[in-house]
């Protein structure tokens, strides 16, 4: 089985920085796409930041020039360093990864339980 934990979170003040950390492990044959995602309170869930496994990224416009998302293949780990934050982007913080658990089986899409990001003003 396959596991994802992330960690990280907390309550931070606006313009400050933190680091979300997510590894994944359990019985994995290849890691693909790895990415973050967020939901605030009454909001949809909605995609942050995506990585490749060859390191090609995607942003979201909201977080584009202050989020770095990056990834250590050797620790089937991935991060996103977030910096200048808003209180807008509070939210609980999800990972997820897009793996194959054997070298016959298709990928499919693991999530994480999520990490909580509080920016306060």
């Known amino acids: 089985q396959v596991q994802l934990v992330e960690s990280g979170g907390g309550l931070v003040q606006a313009g400050g920085s933190l680091k979300l950390s997510c590894a994944a492990s359990?019985?994995?044959?290849?890691?693909?796409?790895m990415g973050w995602y967020r939901q605030a309170p009454g909001k949809q869930r909605e995609l942050v930041a995506t990585?490749?496994?060859?390191?090609?990224?995607n942003y979201v416009d909201s977080v584009q020039g202050r989020f770095t998302i990056s990834r250590d293949n050797a620790k089937n780990t991935v991060y996103l360093e977030m910096n200048s934050l808003k209180p807008e982007d509070t939210a609980v913080y999800y990972c997820?990864?897009?793996?194959?658990?054997?070298?016959?089986?298709?990928?499919?899409?693991?999530w994480g339980q999520g990490t909580q990001v509080t920016v306060s003003s």
């Open positions: 990585i490749t496994s060859g390191e090609m990224t």
């Open positions: 359990g019985i994995i044959f290849r890691i693909n796409d």
């Open positions: 997820k990864a897009v793996l194959r658990t054997r070298a016959y089986t298709g990928p499919r899409d693991y």
